[in-house]
């Protein structure tokens, strides 16, 4: 959840307009005593208390350089198509489904953002491990995979990294509602993704079948089928943040990408948080948040294939220091 800047900012306001005026009533009469501001419960708040939280908010406000840092996890399965060698499988294993049937599942991410005024930048890391059992898929023989198809088992093992870089532009940073504590803002960026993926498949025929490569694949004996590949896919998207309130917000990001680029014919990406926001002395904060990722991706290479979606709850905690 980034922190929204402009929470406080018709509050500092209102302060160094008020303070201004006492000043000056002040100086043309100086008999005139000026009352100590009223506070919101209805009591009196000392005159010097009123100017130390008018300091704070005007020390807050003109901090123009933020940077977040926002480790949490995955808690991911696909679905989708996968397979090399002349055997594909689909996969179909969501996050319940691996936790149930006792299969592993890890997924670990981290987030650095570094803003200045309304430009953005982002730096994004994350490794997912899935392992599924019992899986079904077809495997092709013939010289170029144009023979017969042939049903097979297998138990699949899929580790990824997935590593991004971002750049972009804060269009929209305003108040919105009756409250000046409610914040909206719209980025809107480009970048790169990278990913770099490690399959496994122990793989079950059902029928002897000899693959494109050669290799041949006994009925009722288990071969173990690995690959390893990685490309680059850019993508163009938009980021939005609403606050409510001085500790709620929700953060909804969106790109679209791949545009058959190294390989990748289209990938897309959609995530939604919710987040509850601590603040902290110098106007930084510590956020808690909780949501939901979805990474689609549709790649080819020679025989291998990666055509599925990578997604699942998120949960994490984000760190927000002020310059």
């Not at 989708?80 to 691996?98: C, P, R």
């Not at 936790?99 to 982002?122: H, P, T």
């Amino acid at each position: 959840m980034r922190a929204g800047r402009g929470w406080n900012r018709c509050a500092a306001y209102v302060l160094v307009a008020a303070g201004a005026s006492q000043s000056a009533m002040a100086q043309a009469d100086p008999q005139t005593k000026v009352d100590p501001a009223p506070a919101t419960n209805g009591q009196t708040v000392p005159s010097g208390e009123h100017a130390m939280e008018e300091s704070l908010n005007a020390a807050t406000e003109s901090k123009e350089f933020q940077l977040t840092f926002a480790p949490y996890i995955w808690l991911c399965g696909v679905d989708g198509t996968t397979g090399t060698g002349g055997v594909t499988l689909d996969v179909d294993a969501d996050f319940w489904d691996i936790w149930n049937e006792s299969d592993s599942l890890f997924g670990i991410m981290g987030a650095l953002d570094i803003e200045y005024k309304r430009f953005v930048l982002q730096l994004t890391g994350s490794y997912t491990q899935v392992e599924a059992s019992d899986g079904r898929g077809r495997a092709r023989s013939g010289a170029l995979g144009g023979g017969i198809t042939a049903g097979v088992s297998a138990d699949v093992e899929i580790q990824t990294g997935f590593y991004e870089a971002m750049g972009g532009y804060r269009f929209v940073e305003s108040a919105w509602g009756k409250s000046d504590e409610n914040s909206f803002s719209l980025d809107g960026f480009v970048g790169g993704r990278f990913t770099d993926m490690q399959l496994q498949q122990d793989v079950t025929a059902d029928v002897t079948i000899t693959l494109p490569d050669g290799r041949v694949l006994e009925a009722g004996r288990t071969r173990s089928m690995d690959d390893n590949q990685g490309w680059f896919e850019p993508f163009v998207g938009m980021r939005s943040e609403i606050g409510f309130g001085k500790h709620w917000a929700m953060v909804f990001r969106g790109d679209v990408g791949g545009f058959d680029v190294d390989g990748d014919q289209f990938a897309w990406q959609a995530l939604g948080a919710v987040g509850y926001r601590l603040p902290q002395e110098g106007g930084g904060s510590i956020d808690l948040f909780a949501g939901y990722r979805v990474l689609s991706q549709d790649y080819t290479n020679a025989d291998y294939v990666w055509s599925a979606m990578t997604l699942g709850p998120i949960l994490g905690a984000q760190f927000v220091w002020r310059f």
